[in-house]
């Protein structure tokens, strides 16, 4: 035909679009690498931690109370009954890290499905899906959560999907927000043009499209999730003892403040670590994807 | 010197002045370190900008033109690692200095002062939380050390001087207070404020309606000659080139091709890529006393060899019943600021308008922004509903349908977008893509749905093996041409085509608009299309349609409206648009100091019962009142 | 400007209304519905519970009850606390300032340092200073707030003993000015830590995104020095989303201050709540829940209309 019809050479031929420069960039991110890896060794050493250390999480030994940090018996120290803190931070690491996964995929669906019917259907739906989101927003987070938590019998399960009923919202947000402007794309109505239904618009058109910011959205919404945990079980209605997670751990730790501050340092830089690494992760993840949307 | 009222004198009279140079760019090259490595966005690029002359720099997307001006300035924007080599001299009383050599510092008291730049987007280059009166006294403030007072002062003689009425009163007002051309003169006046030698216009009238850009030319000529200043005209469009510059320097991927007189230059290049560019030009008024279409002739960038392009086989099937027939049809957006609030207005983007388009026909719905021709092709797609009004299409009364029949209906017509980046889902290959009409209406096996895709893909000029690629891989007219064949998997008998080459560069909008005639001719199709560009109408369209403010001021053959056009706006459009021909220059009428109205109107407004006149066979034109 | 705030006001009274929608919703929510406290109370017979029930409504269809506490909540009628028997109101507005010294106090020192933060950090992109600050916000990020609390606690308290260690002033003392400067400093401090890094966050992405603006090539093309371009021509474009955070940020600033409160046993709204909660008064619980909710509402108007007034591009006719 002419001179335009030759395809330009091409160094990635058949990829998955931008999928190879998203990695590149993502690997150039040190923080969101350093997050992965620490997200990685977290996830492993509270898996199998517990079973190749020589202590027992719940072996109580009160000899051994409140011992200091050393490095040749146990590595963190002690805490009032005398247990092992490592291998107590390891199991109670499991539960929060399985609570914050958890909240996460409950949270992100409900709030993927919601804002795709905002953003999709437009008009009075949007409206009240919207500003019930709003609605919802106007509450503080903690306040909500404690409160349905003192209502609701506290359960692991139970607080995984209060933790998701109070965080779906900000997903929801970026997500009708993402739609909304695919909507108005050319290749939207191209599809409307050529007869494709709602649900094939939806789920073809729209959603692969808006995977980016959906992809960063859960791993914060990670991040939130362990930190509410946090938040709830310090102050007494999450996780219930025995069971430790890493929140009521610090609500113990609170009185022996003074005498044994390691059991308060300890799980807090747990629970620290973890959440920067998730959120460090989520940054990297909004350069890769160049999902530019909401900051936190 | 370049005066409308001059129309003999030849445009190229300026060499006989002695030729004092003001600013020289010597083997200027810029790199940017990408991500995947360095661009040379420009080559070893060197001309020279006389006193007193427009210089163009003309070239297509990706040539290195505004690069090369904004590296000059030292403007490109701060994070860009970029390595600037060569030499920018500005010539002054006190010698030549180096542009690229002086400090930050002398460099910021020479921008704005003897070197003012202006920008293509007037809606963005203007801060929108500062006065435009503001704007423009900073200028005289910084460079000038006057007093607020005495640079409002100024600033009001400028406003005055670019022609915005009432300047006073608009000095506090904010830009988004201004109209996209009312916004460019006010950069305009910030830029001449300190009566800058060398002015930079950076495609200055690209994102302004063809009337209103007529004004903007018109008025940077004769400012021009008011201060004698030196113009550098960066542009893509060979039309204002012709319009505006004394000399032209034709860029292409970054280095110069070719450098010469605007006239010699239109007259015979002597570079092929040259040649290729002003081929794919249309000249409005080339036309003249052909009835059907023709396709652009196709030049080989390399040779320069040219092929004769031919007039288009007869297509049109004229028959009792039109493919479709829109009668009446009218769409109206209601303003309301929220859920609440009462009703501000209506946009009145489409008002009862009526036309026909027969099997195998082009009719071209043209006008400026806010005409509502767009509206009107999603509308007779039920893309939008109408407010009133009825389609006929196929024989069957289109708005009357369900959902099912509708979906049928639609498949026989279709539409494609201006901005082939936004037309194609990034996440699905382009088979896929083009495939997925028929996978949606279940219309065909896989198998043979691949077969579809690659006889399309054959079909618009791209090598079947492409099918399992991604949009991004793909140019701008390669896109084009895939949801040209996405389009077409339907089979389609009407094809609605929104600004559909608009944002194509010159040559390669004149490949698609080639294939577009070339599928008519094979396939019978016939095209709603919609532009605003008078010369591309020209080329392709059997009929065509004038609209303003939502309604249909002229209707009729193509010649009819090119060659005997009878409504005042019709005149005025035709009368703006830049001809690719400098020896044409100022041959035009005056250019009108009008703004394009708004279509939003108070909410109790009733539109005026419209009569039309009849002109000649088909030839209809809207009786307008004393507002023309 | 009259009909933006009419139709302002009308949007939030929508709002306000699936607030309440909302609040309802919980209070139904709770085990054994409004009369759960009276089920535990020993010696309580089925008969009493259902004569109690009826007296209280709670027999009828939900929307009517829906209604009935919806004018008592607008009539200002909130009940009474089932702990000491003052009136809900009452009770919460006598806890109410506390909060709100700590939420000011810390907003005031998160604003200030933040936005000094963010601008320097867009200004000199990529720089050290920008990359320590970007790392730090993400880290205060993800810093549990009571976690830090206690730590500075053990700093500053235990083992310094610069700061007090919590309370609002020091007891049997009465008082005065630097005492009470003396015990806000740490749970300010603490609230404000959070908030600095979500407002350098914010001010650096919002001042990024004016600085490639044209009209900041504009004014440079103008030759405006550059810190002319910054405090005049950039500023102020990038000050305009930080009003529409202000507004937002209010739930946020509530939930920081429960915890801050509670570390630092600061006698605020929030460890009125959590209290309440210890002592199941649900009058107390809901009304501070609504009262919040009602507090950010407020709180976004304001800013809307503060982003309306300070906006040229919005029109107020």
């Known amino acids: ?296 | 010197m370049k005066t409308m009222d001059m129309p003999s004198q030849p445009a190229n009279d300026h060499v006989e002045l002695p030729l004092v140079p003001a600013l020289a760019v010597e083997n200027l090259s810029v790199t940017f370190q990408g991500e995947t490595g360095s661009v040379d966005a420009v080559r070893d690029v060197s001309f020279t900008l006389y006193q007193g002359e427009t210089l163009a720099l003309v070239g297509e997307s990706g040539s290195g033109k505004s690069v090369t001006s904004l590296a000059a300035l030292r403007l490109l924007p701060p994070g860009s690692k970029a390595r600037i080599e060569g030499r920018a001299r500005l010539f002054g009383p006190q010698g030549p200095r180096d542009l690229l050599a002086l400090s930050n510092e002398e460099m910021r008291h020479i921008r704005g002062d003897e070197i003012a730049m202006i920008f293509q987007e007037p809606m963005t280059s203007l801060n929108p939380v500062l006065t435009a009166g503001f704007q423009i006294s900073e200028t005289l403030m910084v460079h000038r050390g006057l007093s607020r007072h005495e640079a409002d002062a100024e600033a009001v003689r400028l406003l005055d001087k670019v022609r915005i009425p009432d300047a006073r009163s608009r000095m506090n007002q904010y830009p988004h207070d201004f109209s996209g051309g009312m916004r460019q003169r006010v950069m305009i006046a910030m830029a001449l404020a300190c009566r800058p030698k060398v002015l930079i216009a950076d495609e200055p009238t690209t994102a302004l309606d063809v009337t209103i850009q007529a004004q903007i030319l018109e008025l940077i000529r004769s400012l021009q000659e008011e201060d004698g200043m030196s113009v550098l005209f960066i542009t893509h469009d060979m039309g204002v080139v012709a319009e505006i510059a004394d000399r032209t320097v034709v860029m292409y991927k970054g280095a110069v091709v070719e450098t010469g007189a605007t006239v010699d230059l239109f007259a015979g290049a002597r570079q092929p890529y040259t040649q290729a560019l002003l081929s794919a030009v249309p000249k409005l008024g080339s036309m003249r006393g052909r009835a059907r279409p023709m396709r652009f002739p196709v030049v080989d960038r390399t040779t320069g060899e040219a092929d004769t392009p031919v007039e288009v086989p007869e297509t049109v099937i004229a028959s009792e019943q039109p493919l479709l027939q829109v009668s009446g049809l009218t769409k109206r957006f209601d303003i309301k600021r929220g859920l609440f609030s009462p009703l501000k207005g209506r946009v009145h983007a489409v008002e009862n308008v009526s036309f026909d388009v027969n099997a195998g026909e082009t009719l071209t719905l043209v006008g400026e922004s806010g005409c509502g021709k767009s509206t009107t092709g999603r509308t007779v797609l039920r893309l939008i509903e109408p407010t009133a009004g009825s389609i006929q299409f196929g024989g069957a009364d289109f708005l009357a349908l369900k959902a099912e029949r509708l979906r049928e209906h639609r498949n026989r017509m279709q539409i494609i977008f201006q901005d082939p980046f936004a037309s194609l889902n990034p996440r699905m290959t382009v088979g896929d893509a083009i495939a997925a009409p028929l996978r949606v209406n279940k219309l065909a096996t896989a198998s043979q749905a691949r077969e579809r895709v690659a006889d399309l893909l054959r079909r618009v000029g791209l090598d079947p093996a492409v099918a399992g690629r991604y949009p991004h891989e793909f140019s701008g007219g390669q896109r084009q041409r895939i949801c040209i064949a996405r389009a077409l998997v339907l089979q389609p008998k009407l094809i609605v085509a929104d600004e559909a080459v608009s944002a194509l560069d010159v040559s390669v909008k004149a490949q698609v608009i080639n294939l577009m005639l070339d599928l008519q001719a094979e396939m019978g199709l016939a095209y709603l299309f919609i532009s605003h560009d008078m010369a591309a109408v020209e080329r392709v369209s059997h009929r065509v349609a004038v609209m303003y403010l939502g309604e249909i001021v002229e209707i009729g053959p193509r010649q009819a409206i090119f060659e005997n056009p009878q409504h005042p706006y019709t005149k005025r459009l035709l009368a703006a648009v830049p001809v690719a021909d400098p020896l044409r220059r100022g041959q035009k009428g005056p250019v009108v100091a009008d703004e394009i109205r708004s279509p939003i109107r108070s909410p109790d407004y009733v539109p005026p019962e419209r009569r039309y006149r009849t002109v000649s066979q088909g030839h209809r034109v809207m009786e307008w009142g004393d507002e023309w | ?317």
């Open chain 3, 1 to 317: 400007m009259a009909n933006f705030l009419f139709s302002r006001l009308l949007q939030s009274a929508a709002l306000l209304f699936l607030v309440s929608l909302i609040g309802f919703g919980i209070v139904h929510l709770a085990p054994g519905g409004p009369l759960a406290q009276f089920a535990l109370t020993p010696g309580i017979s089925q008969a009493d519970l259902a004569r109690m029930a009826h007296e209280m409504g709670l027999d009828r269809a939900l929307p009517i009850q829906y209604w009935e506490w919806l004018t008592r909540i607008l009539t200002g009628d909130w009940g009474r606390s089932y702990r000491d028997g003052r009136s809900v109101l009452d009770v919460i507005f006598g806890r109410l300032p506390a909060t709100l010294e700590l939420i000011l106090t810390g907003s005031f020192i998160a604003i200030i340092i933040g936005v000094w933060i963010g601008v320097m950090g867009a200004v000199k992109r990529y720089s050290i200073f920008d990359m320590l600050a970007t790392v730090g916000a993400m880290v205060a990020l993800s810093v549990p707030t009571f976690w830090f609390g206690l730590i500075v606690i053990y700093v500053f308290s235990v083992n310094l003993g610069w700061l007090p260690a919590g309370n609002r002033m020091t007891a049997g003392a009465g008082g005065g000015f630097l005492d009470f400067l003396h015990h806000l400093i740490a749970p300010a401090l603490v609230l404000a830590f959070v908030e600095v890094a979500i407002w350098s966050r914010y001010m650096r992405s919002s001042m990024l995104d004016v600085i490639s603006q044209d009209y900041i090539r504009t004014a440079r093309a103008k030759g405006v020095s550059e810190r002319s371009i910054l405090w005049r021509h950039a500023m102020r474009n990038a000050m305009l989303p930080m009003i529409a955070l202000a507004g937002v940020e209010l739930p946020a600033l509530l939930s920081g201050a429960l915890v801050t409160e509670t570390v630092f046993t600061w006698p605020g709204m929030g460890r009125l709540l959590l209290d309440s909660l210890g002592y199941r008064d649900y009058p107390v619980v809901m009304g501070i829940l609504m009262i919040s909710a009602i507090l950010a509402l407020l709180g976004n108007l304001l800013a809307d209309i503060a982003a309306a007034v300070v906006d040229p591009r919005i029109r107020l006719t």
């Open chain 1, 1 to 296: 035909m002419s001179f335009e019809t030759a395809l330009d050479p091409l160094s990635t031929s058949g990829s998955r679009p931008a999928g190879n420069r998203a990695w590149r960039r993502f690997r150039r991110h040190k923080l969101a690498v350093f997050g992965v890896v620490a997200i990685v060794v977290l996830l492993l050493a509270c898996a199998f931690g517990p079973l190749v250390t020589p202590f027992d999480p719940l072996r109580i030994d009160l000899r051994h109370r409140f011992a200091g940090p050393s490095f040749g018996g146990n590595l963190f120290g002690t805490d009032q009954l005398g247990r092992d803190l490592l291998v107590r931070l390891m199991m109670a690491g499991r539960i929060s890290l399985t609570i914050g996964l958890c909240a996460m995929v409950v949270s992100t669906a409900f709030g993927t499905l919601v804002g795709i019917m905002a953003g999709y259907y437009g008009g009075w739906t949007r409206v009240l899906l919207m500003r019930f989101v709003d609605a919802m927003l106007s509450f503080p987070q903690i306040f909500l959560l404690l409160v349905l938590a003192a209502f609701i019998q506290p359960s692991i399960v139970t607080i995984t999907l209060l933790i998701a009923a109070t965080t779906w919202m900000e997903v929801a947000r970026v997500v009708e927000g993402q739609i909304r402007s695919l909507r108005e794309r050319d290749f939207v109505l191209a599809a409307q043009a050529f007869g494709a239904p709602g649900r094939y618009v939806m789920m073809r058109e729209l959603l692969p499209n808006a995977a980016g910011p959906i992809i960063v959205a859960a791993t914060l919404a990670i991040a939130r999730a362990i930190l509410m945990e946090a938040y709830v079980s310090f102050l007494g209605y999450g996780v219930q003892a025995p069971t430790a997670s890493w929140g009521n751990m610090l609500n113990d730790a609170q009185q022996y403040l003074g005498s044994a501050p390691w059991l308060a340092i300890f799980p807090g830089l747990a629970i620290t670590l973890a959440v920067a690494s998730f959120n460090f992760a989520g940054d990297g993840l909004r350069d890769a994807l160049d999902a530019r949307g909401d900051l936190h």
